[in-house]
């Protein structure tokens, strides 16, 4: 309803980031954050159930545990499935687990989270995933655009991954920073414990990031002379290239 209200003034354009900032505590519902739009902010001390996020068209997400909770966030779920469905902007952290579906559709959202189940990154045509943790299965079905960077924690990365239309691929130097950079902002934005552990030895794991690339994108970028590290997936413009 707020983003509702501050579309029908502003416009798709919203307002200027952080104009509003709002605080939750406890657990949420379905659809926490949906349509959520630019200069709004939203962070939930707790958990919350499916489509976090759904069609989200720009602002902010914060999710994290509980602060006098004595458990840690790695291992356990904070939001159900089918997070980030249908989003076009924006962006969410989030300290633990999601279920399955994560991202699908996600057409331009930056997405952090420190692991999902199955079928993750479905039908993704644009935006940046990063997942701290394993996957499920069949992950990048249907995957036409966007990137996700993953921390291989599972025994055989390829049996996770449907290489229908993805490729598994190694790391660049600009990917490795561009990840630490995120994971900075991660723990900044949640105080993620596993967060934490990651950037202290993060010299120590980069060699066990990789990223999901889909096919086409390359071959696009590569037969334009393209170097796909210079590629903007957060706001892809394939029709100029």
């Given at each position: ?83 980030l ?25 930056l ?54 239309m ?37 010299d120590e ?37």
């Amino acid at each position: 309803i707020l983003s509702s209200v501050i579309a029908k003034k502003f416009g798709n354009k919203g307002l200027p980031d952080n104009t509003i900032s709002i605080n939750f505590k406890g657990n949420a519902g379905q659809s926490f954050g949906a349509y959520l739009i630019n200069g709004v902010g939203i962070n939930l001390e707790g958990e919350a159930n499916d489509y976090v996020g759904k069609s989200m068209h720009g602002g902010k997400i914060n999710i994290y545990p509980d602060r006098e909770a004595n458990f840690s966030s790695e291992g356990n779920s904070i939001i159900g499935n089918t997070v980030l469905y249908g989003a076009t902007a924006g962006s969410l952290f989030a300290a633990g687990l999601a279920g399955e579906r994560f991202c699908v559709r996600n057409s331009g959202a930056l997405a952090v989270i420190e692991g999902v189940g199955d079928h993750a990154c479905e039908y993704m045509t644009g935006g940046e995933v990063y997942i701290f943790g394993p996957v499920g299965k069949n992950l990048g079905a249907g995957m036409s655009g966007g990137i996700a960077y993953i921390l291989n924690e599972n025994e055989n990365i390829d049996d996770q991954v449907n290489k229908d239309m993805v490729s598994v691929e190694a790391l660049s130097s600009k990917d490795l920073v561009k990840i630490k950079e995120v994971l900075t902002r991660h723990v900044e934005a949640t105080n993620s414990r596993r967060g934490l552990i990651l950037l202290r030895t993060f010299d120590e794991i980069k060699d066990r990031f990789i990223k999901i690339v889909p096919k086409e994108i390359s071959r696009i970028l590569e037969s334009k002379g393209i170097n796909i590290d210079d590629f903007d997936f957060i706001n892809p413009n394939l029709g100029e290239v």
